[in-house]
């Protein structure tokens, strides 16, 4: 089979990797990819929004399934295009339509969904230009600190949660009046705040059968004891040490059920991964976010766990039979650590060669920010790396993959060393 894969981070190249393992995988395609799906897989340089150009390729190269790493395509209908033309409509998509995907691309759309199908959240109201004072005075009523949300896409940055009811009431203004997120925040869901700890659960699904696939918690923040700025990840951990049988059997009855269910009776046809960020409140799940694809980097830790030929999932993903499929897991702990550019969030400089990786022996290094030139491994993100590696528990699986990090090198490297400091 001819697949191709859309993305060019962690994710994608852990999706190759595990893709390039089937039998059933003939040619497989990353476009753009990184340095990293260079070595597995061929790259083609167009980008992942680019629909005309990824029908030409698909039909050029005889593509017979796409998977969608990020959700951009999917929130723009990449899947929908397929269906809508005649020479694509067969050609299986994995990741939700249109339909299915606006679930992370609308804060207030998932909230609607939520409380639709009872699923455990957090208390809200949404308001626009028109009801800033509604704003205001909905502000009033809650205890600090304040969740202020941009409904649409903002590229994981709009999300504000401040202290200060004056301060709040302020960015309420800049998000709704002057656009601080563009359109997406021309709509801004105002939440009650949970205190808790986080962790991500992951659910394949047909539509209608679903797995759930190993949890996961990522570390957000840029700096040692969660400090800083937020990133895409600065590594992750799978299994969560705290997510045992019974609060995950809580996850499955109050909440990946009622979602599936959700889907079934909203008519929103959806295939592919959903991520659902949880709060662990006292013993109690509850919904911070759906995102309608996998976790970057929770992906890196996510399907090394897994034993099947991913493949066959996602065929049975595509042909309504995912009930035929036995989740197959790997016990061990799996852990990965993300290298960065120095001064990442904010600016940082790329370009620098990446030196090591093949003296790497007890982890695997997903490429997430490189570029193969010259036969040199450049950086050209402000993610560069992520090295996952296997232990009996996260202790052990972290230290390998720190063990790993210090034979790798390239200028103003970082990375935390603090991973798991909560667990
Ligand atoms: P989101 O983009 O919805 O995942 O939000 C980004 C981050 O903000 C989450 O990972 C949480 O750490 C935090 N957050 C979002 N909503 C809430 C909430 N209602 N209570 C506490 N923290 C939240
Ligand atoms: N690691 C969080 C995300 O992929 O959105």
New binding site residues.
């Given amino acids: 089979m001819n697949i191709l894969i859309l993305g060019s981070g962690g994710r994608e190249h852990t999706f190759a990797w595990k893709i390039a393992q089937s039998e059933k995988t003939s040619n497989l395609f990353v476009a753009p990819g990184n340095a990293g799906t260079a070595r597995i897989a061929t790259n083609i340089a167009i980008s992942v929004t680019d629909f005309p150009a990824i029908k030409d390729l698909v039909i050029r190269e005889n593509i017979e399934m796409v998977v969608v790493g990020p959700e951009d395509p999917l929130v723009q209908g990449i899947h929908d295009f397929f269906l809508d033309d005649d020479k694509l409509n067969t050609i299986p998509v994995i990741g939700p339509d249109k339909s299915g995907a606006i679930l992370e691309g609308s ?1 207030e759309f998932a909230k609607e969904f939520m409380a639709r199908h009872n699923i455990p ?2 208390a ?1 109201q949404s308001f626009t230009s028109d009801s800033l004072e509604a704003g205001y005075q909905f502000l009033e009523t809650l205890k600090p ?1 304040y ?1 202020l ?1 941009a409904d649409g896409l903002a590229a ?1 940055k ?2 504000l ?1 401040l202290q200060d009811i004056e301060e709040a009431k302020v960015e309420l203004k800049n998000m709704l009046v002057d656009a601080k997120f563009g359109n997406a925040s021309n709509k801004v869901v105002i ?6 700890i ?1 962790l991500s659960v992951f659910v394949l699904t047909d539509g209608k059968n679903y797995l759930t696939l190993p949890t996961a918690k990522d570390y ?1 923040r840029i700096g040692e004891g969660d400090t800083g700025l ?1 990133t895409g990840g600065m590594g992750a951990i799978s299994p969560v040490p705290f997510a045992d049988d019974t609060f995950m059997k809580k996850v499955e009855d109050r909440i990946v059920k009622p979602t599936i269910e959700g889907f079934q009776k909203d008519d929103i046809t959806y295939k592919g991964f959903v991520f659902i ?1 949880l ?1 662990k409140v006292d013993n109690e799940p ?1 919904v ?2 759906y ?1 309608v694809r996998m976790g970057d980097p929770e992906t890196e830790v996510v399907i090394p766990r897994i034993k099947n030929d991913l493949v066959t999932m996602l065929e049975a993903v595509a042909n309504g039979n995912l009930n035929t499929i036995e989740l197959e897991l790997d016990e061990r702990t799996a852990t990965t650590v993300v290298a960065v550019s120095g001064g990442y969030p904010e600016a940082y400089e790329k370009g620098k060669e990446v030196q090591g990786i093949e003296n790497v022996e007890n982890s695997i290094v997903f490429h997430a920010g490189t570029q193969l030139k010259d036969n040199k491994v450049l950086s050209s993100g402000g993610r560069v790396l992520a090295v996952t590696s296997y232990g009996n528990n996260f202790s052990e699986a972290l230290e390998t993959s720190y063990g790993s990090l210090e034979t790798i090198k390239f200028d103003k490297m970082y990375y935390r060393k603090d991973l798991g400091f909560d667990l």
């Fill in positions: 804060k959240t957090a809200y600190p969740v949300k994981g709009g999300v949660i939440e009650e705040f949970l205190s808790g986080e957000k937020n960020g709060i509850y911070i976010e995102n």
